[in-house]
Nanobody, 115 residues
Framework: GQLVESGGGLVQPGGSLRLSCAASGFTFSSYGLSWHRQAPGKEREWVADIYTTGSADYADSAKGRFTISRDNAKNMVYLQMNSLRLEDTAVYLC??????????WGQGTQVTVSS
């Protein structure tokens, strides 16, 4: 299986970005999906989950600003990020996992929030 992220870039504080993650090589609809991020010198941090049911959970830092969604027909997962802050700067990674312990990680896409 493979995950490929896209949509990162440079954005000013208060701006928005939409990250995309394209999946292939596994049964997408049966996997829970999540976004994580890693800033320079920091531990990898969970951002949001979306389950096979479509329900979602968010880290406190993402609540009210970020929205995770999935399109099972297109094998895509998205992260809409609004009201971006300087501290949101990180590499954002897509992750897939199923109930049997199979997991996949993408390579990540850089998000830089700067004025």
């Amino acid at each position: 299986g493979q995950l490929v992220e896209s949509g990162g870039g440079l954005v000013q504080p208060g701006g928005s970005l939409r990250l995309s993650c394209a999946a292939s090589g596994f049964t997408f609809s049966s996997y829970g999906l999540s976004w994580h991020r890693q800033a320079p010198g920091k531990e990898r941090e969970w951002v949001a989950d979306i389950y096979t049911t479509g329900s979602a959970d968010y880290a406190d830092s993402a609540k009210g600003r970020f929205t995770i969604s999935r399109d099972n027909a297109k094998n895509m997962v998205y992260l809409q990020m609004n009201s971006l802050r300087l501290e949101d700067t990180a590499v954002y990674l897509c992750h897939a996992r199923n109930s049997h312990g199979y997991r996949y990680w993408g390579q990540g896409t850089q998000v830089t929030v700067s004025s």
